[in-house]
Nanobody
Framework: QVQLVESGGGLVQAGGSLRLSCAAS????????MAWFRQAPGKERSVVAV????????YYPDSVKGRFTISRDNAKNTVYLQMNSLKPEDTALYYC???????????????WGQGTQVTVSS
C-alpha cells in the first residue's frame, strides 16, 4: 500500500500562486498514475489534475486548465501541483491520490493523503 502526505496549502489572495507537494512511499511510485482532487464544503469531490506514471500524459478539467500544472519527480517520489491565477472558487481541501490506471473519477482511487487546505481570498 502507498502512503501519501500532502503539503503546501495555505491562504493566498486572488491572483496569487501556490505549489502543493505530495510525498509518496510504500510502493513503486513511478509505475502509477497520480492525481489531485479537491472538495469544498457541501460539494462533491472533483478532479483537479491527473498525471501518468512517466509524466508524459496529463488531464485537467476546464475549470483549472491553463492555470494549474501537475508534475512529478519519480526520483523523489513526489508529485506537485502548481496553481497560478488562483480564484476564490479554488478554495477547497486538496487531496493527493494514487491509482493503478489513469482515471479522473475519484471513486476509482484507493490511496489518499490527508488533504491540505487552500484558501483564496478575494
Amino acid at each position: 500500500q502507498v502512503q501519501l502526505v500532502e503539503s503546501g496549502g495555505g491562504l493566498v489572495q486572488a491572483g496569487g500562486s501556490l505549489r502543493l507537494s505530495c510525498a509518496a512511499s510504500g510502493r513503486t511510485f513511478s509505475n502509477y498514475p497520480m492525481a489531485w482532487f479537491r472538495q469544498a464544503p457541501g460539494k462533491e469531490r472533483s478532479v483537479v489534475a491527473v498525471i501518468d506514471g512517466a509524466g508524459a500524459r496529463t488531464y485537467y478539467p476546464d475549470s483549472v486548465k491553463g492555470r494549474f500544472t501537475i508534475s512529478r519527480d519519480n526520483a523523489k517520489n513526489t508529485v506537485y501541483l502548481q496553481m497560478n491565477s488562483l480564484k476564490p472558487e479554488d478554495t477547497a481541501l486538496y487531496y493527493c491520490a494514487a491509482n493503478y490506471v489513469f482515471m479522473t473519477d475519484w471513486r476509482t482511487y484507493t490511496a489518499w493523503g490527508q488533504g491540505t487546505q487552500v484558501t483564496v481570498s478575494s
